[in-house]
């Protein structure tokens, strides 16, 4: 009889963890929004320039909270958050040029493909069984998602913008599973800022190896890459990498999906931008598939990496 106290006790304690751990990513995810005006308003800065200043701005952050929460880890979880960055840095490199060649509209929808990618890897790889009820979540986060593009004007286009948003998502994917991992052993702000520095300097030699010009810009500029840096990539992230660390990673990247979300209503109250009942209908659609994924038990069986809090 205590054996099975003690394992309904467990049960209840995971469940609790996984609650808050996405409640954080939520919030984090939600905090997300404001990096798509964040970025209009740091025009004329290339997308490869906003990505180091966003980077630049933050390490010192990140570094501060860091101190003193290393613990004794592997070599290999630093390796995971290094590639992390990399994940990171091509997915938004990925995007940002999709941009050029489709729409604002099917390159953002292609990018929320990223948690089928990590559903599938948590089946082939890290041998979970997700339960039905799971993936009928996920195909109606997905709907809405379709749903948003549709309404903010998605149509196919030439294919090459298509096939870079479905790449970006790939990397979104990758970086989520890795980032994941690497919070398995490290900290939130330790995993946070091997994924800053790796960002800063990839971003840095790829918008130098591109010609961008990193000086030059107006104070607006300059005030909207340091709020990018700030409440984008120290905030949100940092409830992001709080949050992935208690919740398994394909429930971590159904959270996620809350961002588009965010960035229709902080549209509607910073900027006036009409919201469409089209778009409200997607919305919901996604707000009520995180929430069958949230409320369906875990994986029947799983090798995922044990849990570090």
Request: hydrophobic content about 60%; overall charge positive; aromatic content about 12%.
């Amino acid at each position: 009889m205590r054996i099975e106290v003690d394992g309904a006790d467990a049960m209840q304690e995971r469940q609790g963890a996984d609650v808050r751990g996405l409640s954080a990513l939520i919030l984090g995810a939600s905090l997300l929004g404001f990096a798509a005006m964040l970025v209009r308003w740091a025009s004329p800065a290339g997308p490869l320039v906003v990505g180091f200043y966003r980077m630049a701005f933050a390490l010192p952050f990140v570094a501060w909270m860091a101190r003193g929460t290393a613990r004794p880890v592997t070599g290999r979880a630093r390796l995971w958050a290094l590639a992390a960055g990399v994940c990171f840095v091509l997915d938004l490199w990925g995007w940002h040029t999709a941009l050029h060649h489709t729409s604002a509209a099917n390159a953002t929808l292609l990018v929320t493909l990223a948690p089928i990618w990590v559903a599938v890897v948590s089946v082939f790889w890290l041998g979970a069984r997700l339960r039905k009820r799971f993936w009928a979540g996920v195909l109606l986060a997905l709907a809405g998602a379709l749903v948003l593009g549709l309404a903010k004007g998605a149509r196919w286009g030439t294919g090459l913008g298509e096939l870079l948003g479905a790449l970006a998502s790939l990397a979104y994917g990758a970086f989520t599973l890795a980032l994941g991992r690497a919070r398995r052993e490290l900290s939130a702000p330790e995993a946070l800022f091997w994924v800053v520095l790796c960002g800063m300097v990839l971003f840095g030699v790829l918008g130098w190896l591109r010609g961008e010009a990193f000086t030059g810009y107006p104070a607006k500029a300059w005030w909207a890459l340091l709020a990018l840096a700030v409440l984008v990539q120290v905030v949100a992230w940092r409830f992001i990498a709080w949050g992935l660390g208690h919740v398994p990673m394909n429930l971590g990247a159904i959270g996620l999906m809350t961002q588009p979300v965010a960035t229709i209503i902080l549209g509607w109250l910073l900027l006036a931008e009409s919201v469409r009942p089209l778009q409200g209908l997607g919305a919901l659609l996604v707000l009520a598939g995180i929430a069958i994924c949230v409320f369906t038990p875990g994986p029947e069986t799983s090798r995922e990496f044990p849990r570090s809090y």
